[in-house]
């Protein structure tokens, strides 16, 4: 077997929740050596639905046991010298450390970047909090729809007629995590260069606010707001009904008008005022009318490998987790992977972010029951 990317790394991982703990979780799918510390109590994403079998147990959160594969775990009681001591012991080899406190904190305890430094020059220390550590919002708690809002994308998701809206998931976590394991391959690169490490402060409101790629910066040149969708009639913009679910459709895939008319059917979609793009702007909600009218008999998939395939229009379905599940497509890049775990059993989770054949992440061992490694890790230093 060849050997991982980053299996001469060891990390110790601090932090708590989901970003901080995703962040070292994409280094140790690389073979990175992670060692997940935890309070005597655990993380607090132990505790955090959804749980297997709906079953509020520690070691059943879906969360915990996605954010923290491939990883060892301990648990130390930091506030307590010996605690303090062991993880001091541990930080002597470590090249990086992943928190996620309240800005402050570490320090109140000395374990602090410049403190930590002074023993392991070498040590790369990252810290991924709401707000990051500087500015007037850096002591404030934060949740995943405050971040949303804070960061501007609630203000142009949603319909210009009701209130800004946020999606169902957590993704500024999840980003959060992202940017911090790329933050940290690049500081280890730059570790190479200069011969020491450094300290990186990732704040979830910057990660989130830097996707607004278009939204941001159009605001900061010429004073425009995108806004939010308009609430009907934006012709091909809309997620509309069929059969057994919702689709969304878009022109500029390769498809003519007359290739798109053919596939709906209706045949007042082949004439004007549909046949041009001012025509289709000024009679939206007529077209997304007759468009619903001629799918509504027709499933999700019907419509998606027949738009795709013979028509080349840009098309796609609104998958639930269900579709995801039996996704033929992520089923064929191997987006999933079959989890063993000792008190959930085997179960199949999201797993691989890119395929890199020549140096794969690999599925080594499930997350970690509480304090599981203890002996093995404590016991020798």
């Known amino acids: 077997m060849m050997p991982a990317t980053l299996d001469d790394l060891k990390i110790l991982d601090l932090s708590q929740g ?9 280094l140790a799918d690389f073979g990175a ?5 935890e309070p005597p109590a655990g993380d607090i994403a132990r505790h955090t639905a959804p749980f297997f079998g709906d079953d509020h147990h520690m070691e059943k959160s879906l969360v915990f046991l996605l954010a923290n594969l491939n990883k060892r775990g301990i648990t130390l009681d930091i506030e307590e010298s010996a605690g303090r001591e062991a993880l001091l012991s541990l930080v002597k080899t470590a090249d990086i450390l992943v928190e996620s406190f309240v800005p402050g904190y570490l320090t109140s305890l000395g374990l602090d970047y410049a403190s930590l430094s002074a023993i392991n020059p070498n040590l790369i220390m990252i810290s991924i909090t ?20 804070l960061s501007g994308i609630m203000s142009i998701s949603g319909t210009s007629d009701r209130e800004p809206l946020k999606h169902g998931g957590m993704q500024s976590q999840y980003e959060g995590g992202l940017s911090g394991a790329v933050a940290v391959l690049a500081a280890l690169y730059a570790r190479e260069m200069m011969g020491e490490g450094q300290y990186i402060d990732v704040s979830l409101q910057e990660v989130v606010t830097s996707t607004l790629v278009v939204h941001q910066p159009m605001y900061g040149w010429v004073g425009a707001v995108q806004g939010r969708r308009r609430p009907s009639g934006n012709s091909y913009g809309q997620v509309q009904p069929c059969k057994d679910g919702y689709f969304i ?19 007042e979609l082949k004439v004007e005022p549909f046949t041009t793009v001012s025509g289709r702007a000024e009679h939206g909600e007529e077209l997304d009318r007759l468009v619903t009218e001629a799918t509504k008999d027709r499933t999700m998939q019907e419509l998606f490998v027949t738009a ?3 028509y080349h229009i840009l098309f796609g379905i609104v998958q639930e987790p269900k579709d995801l599940a039996q996704c033929p497509h992520l089923e064929a890049r191997e987006f999933f992977q079959i989890v063993d775990h000792p008190v959930i059993g085997r179960i199949r989770v999201p797993f691989r972010l890119w395929s890199m054949p020549d140096a794969p992440v690999t599925y080594r061992r499930p997350a970690p029951l509480l304090g599981q490694h203890n002996a093995e890790i404590l016991g020798a230093i």
Do not use: H, M, N, R
Request: glycine share 12%; hydrophobic share 35%; with cysteine.
């Open 249 to 267: 459709w878009q022109t500029g895939g390769g498809a003519l008008w007359s290739e798109i008319a053919e596939f709906f059917g209706p045949d």
């Open 18 to 26: 989901l970003a901080g703990p995703v962040c070292a979780k994409i």
């Open 308 to 310: 795709s395939e013979k």
């Open 130 to 149: 709401p707000f990051g550590q500087t500015g007037p919002y850096s002591q404030y708690q934060s949740e995943e729809i405050v971040t949303y809002a």
């Open 33 to 37: 050596d992670v060692i997940k510390v």
